[in-house]
């Protein structure tokens, strides 16, 4: 099997450099190229051809927000770094396919790039809970607020489907774990995304481990 081809993109080049020597000892990792936000990135994946995308947005995300947003021209799976968890929820909208801390071993983002690599989203834990719609403001006393907003009970069904989404499997995997059809997977995953009252799968699984429906 062929290494994966990792393209490294940061404005400081002192973060392209380390990022290349932290990564160039993992198993099944191969960086082909380096460049910065503000290069022609379009150019650059057609250069190196990478199989997938590793962004440090470095200590201010917003600054290279407006190039993150011209992310989906390059069709590759990108990975996004974040040293905390403010920007989460606006770079996740920009639809990044991984994030993960600027802090994380070598082991972790190689392990993390190669399931992007597979076809998987990959988001550290630590971003989770920002990637679901913020808690609503405290009412006045007097009135009750539950925790959670009451769920309508789940098939055992849609149970392993949402066991199998918080493993970050896509639909065609799920569907060859439990025997049945894509179709039927979709069907079950926009159940599960209802009841949760859920905008994204992520969402549906936060919102499933608060309630004690899976363990993370």
């Given amino acids: 099997m062929l290494d994966l081809r990792v393209l490294v993109i940061a404005e400081d080049p002192l973060a392209r450099a380390g990022l290349a020597a932290l990564l160039a000892g993992s198993p099944g ?10 290069d022609d990135l379009l150019a650059a994946r057609q250069a190196y051809r990478p199989d997938v ?23 590759v799976p990108v990975a996004l770094l974040l040293s905390n968890a403010e920007a989460a929820a606006q770079v996740w909208r920009l639809a990044p396919q991984g994030l993960l801390r600027r802090d994380a071993p070598p082991s972790q983002l190689a392990a993390a790039l190669i399931a ?34 009451p769920v309508e009970e789940l098939t055992a069904r849609e149970l392993e489907v949402l066991h199998l989404m918080a493993e970050g499997l896509p639909n065609k995997t ?13 069907f079950h995953v926009n159940a599960v995304m209802g009841k949760l009252a859920a905008e994204s799968r992520t969402e549906a699984v936060v919102r499933a481990t608060r309630l004690g429906l899976i363990l993370l």
């Fill in 29 to 38: 990792i191969n960086v082909v190229g380096r460049a910065a936000a503000v």
């Fill in 116 to 149: 992007l690599g597979a076809g998987l989203a990959v988001v550290d834990t630590t971003f989770l809970s920002s990637l679901i719609s913020p808690a609503p403001a405290a009412e006045p006393p007097g009135w009750s607020i539950p925790a959670e907003p």
């Fill in 53 to 75: 995308v590793l962004w440090d947005l470095g200590h201010e995300p917003a600054r290279d927000l407006p190039h993150v947003a011209a992310l989906a021209e390059l069709n």
């Fill in 174 to 186: 799920i569907a060859i774990r439990l025997g049945i059809s894509e179709h039927t997977v979709k």
